[in-house]
């Protein structure tokens, strides 16, 4: 009954997470979002395939067999979420960069908190905690936002003609 449960509810994150997406490149500028969209992506899975590895967290119930990390997470919903994050940060200061980073890992982590003692979507072993997944949240929020921020001052000078 249970890994029912925990199966519908990962159908349930990947609609949602599908429906999220298709939303936020609707709003401009579609490019930068769709960037910020695979760094994260590319970020999330790398870091989770190396927790995974040192058996710091496994996922015992995965809606794709065949990955060991959480792919949903990684690659659809902790993008998307940091994708509006980037939107919600997009003129703020550095101050208000920071703080706005606590409107989405706050919740993300107090689920990721329930999931973990409440169903068999993903489990903490050998020493990790929560707080370790709050400040990878964190980090990897503040890594996407500079790095966008790089992408958008980087040097627009057109490149002269081959001919």
Not at 8 to 20: D, K, N, Q
Not at 65 to 91: A, G
Not at 95 to 104: A, D, E, H, M
């Amino acid at each position: 009954m249970t890994q029912r449960f925990e199966k519908f509810t990962l159908r349930f994150l990947l609609v949602l997470g599908l429906i999220m997406f298709i939303n936020l490149i609707k709003k401009p500028p579609t490019k930068d979002w769709l960037l910020i969209f695979l760094f994260k992506g590319f970020i999330s899975s790398i870091l989770d395939k190396i927790i995974v590895t040192k058996n710091k967290i496994v996922y015992p119930v995965k809606l794709f067999k065949s990955f060991d990390i959480s792919f949903i997470f990684d690659y659809l919903l902790f993008p998307v979420v940091c994708v509006y994050y980037n939107q919600v940060t997009k003129t703020s200061s550095f101050f208000w960069i920071v703080i706005k980073i606590f409107y989405f890992s706050i919740p993300m982590t107090l689920l990721e908190y329930f999931f973990e003692k409440r169903t068999n979507l993903i489990k903490f072993k050998r020493g990790w905690h929560i707080y370790h997944s709050f400040i990878t949240v964190n980090v990897t929020f503040l890594i996407s936002r500079a790095f966008i921020a790089v992408v958008r001052n980087a040097d627009n000078t057109k490149v002269g003609s081959n001919g």
